[in-house]
């Protein structure tokens, strides 16, 4: 059986090529991470004019809608490219919305509208973490270049949570609190739990790649293809990603928590010599009674 992939080449635009389409580190590669780069620092540069701007909710808002049309794009795509085979249902069943980037941009979409706090300490972990590995390795647009709407679609779905991560920091002034972190961790385990279900009862499926690797060159494709393994490597990366993206955050506190450490045993010190330089005082002072 041929790939599904390239049964949809006759749909052109909306389709897939009959051939690798997309080459890792090309212009095409780099392009849209040049572009989130640029719209992160021109979002920091002008940080207190947009916070100052009237239409600033206009834009949050409309960041969220494109979001989340983005995401419907992508499943009416599907339907629209589908072969008209008997087994479409079967094949649409192996792209339920079980899939983390898929969640992301739901969520990253209700944290603009809303200025959700709650959700940004979600977004933050999963978006500057798990949602960075595929500018790396985007596997799933191997047969979808720049001549292809997947591939808008992908990026759009992978780099809008990343900036509105960073629009939220610069111009709301919301920071991650890292004790916190229970957040992501359990929207990301009751996902892992719907996505080993449906990869046990739907053939084919590979949700949040715990079945098995991916198409084209992938991180997933390195890991054992068993479930239980990947499970527990899985969770043991995401404790290492989210370490290290809680460091900006920690580092501060450790420092500020020495500060003021270093300050109270200064203070103690010089509560301690002002003690002994009293009771001096007090024993070379002659009593006037004797």
Not at 113 to 125: E, N, P, R, V, W
Request: charged share 15%.
């Amino acid at each position: 059986m041929e790939p599904f992939v390239y049964e949809f080449y006759h749909e052109g635009f909306f389709g897939y090529s009959l051939e690798q389409d997309f080459q890792y580190y090309s212009f095409w590669h780099f392009l849209p991470m040049i572009l989130l780069g640029l719209a992160i620092f021109l979002t920091y540069r002008y940080r207190e004019k947009i916070a100052a701007w009237k239409g600033e909710e206009t834009l949050r808002f409309a960041l969220g809608a494109v979001l989340i049309l983005n995401e419907g794009f992508y499943y009416w795509r599907l339907l629209y490219v589908g072969n008209g085979g008997s087994n479409d249902l079967d094949q649409l069943l192996t792209y339920l919305p079980l899939q983390v980037c898929e969640w992301s941009a739901y969520i990253a979409a209700f944290m603009l509208m809303k200025k959700s706090k709650h959700l940004f300490d979600i977004c933050y972990y999963v978006c500057l973490t798990l949602g960075v590995i595929p500018f790396f390795t985007p596997a799933v647009i191997m047969y979808t270049g720049p001549t292809y709407a997947r591939y808008y679609q992908f990026w759009l779905e992978h780099s809008l949570p990343i900036f509105a991560v960073f629009y939220m920091m610069f111009v709301h002034g919301f920071r991650a609190n890292y004790r916190r972190v229970y957040k992501p961790f359990a929207m990301l385990a009751v996902l892992a739990t719907l996505a080993i279900i449906a990869n046990m009862n739907i053939e084919g499926a590979n949700f949040m790649y715990l079945a098995e690797g991916t198409a084209g060159d992938s991180i997933a494709n390195i890991l054992p293809e068993n479930i239980w393994v990947r499970l527990v490597l899985y969770l043991g990366v995401l404790c290492v990603l989210f370490t290290l993206v809680s460091l900006p955050h920690i580092i501060p506190e450790i420092k500020a928590w020495r500060k003021k450490k270093a300050a109270l045993a200064k203070t103690v010190e010089t509560v301690e010599e002002t003690a002994v330089s009293d009771v001096a005082e007090t024993e070379e002072t002659p009593n006037p009674e004797e």
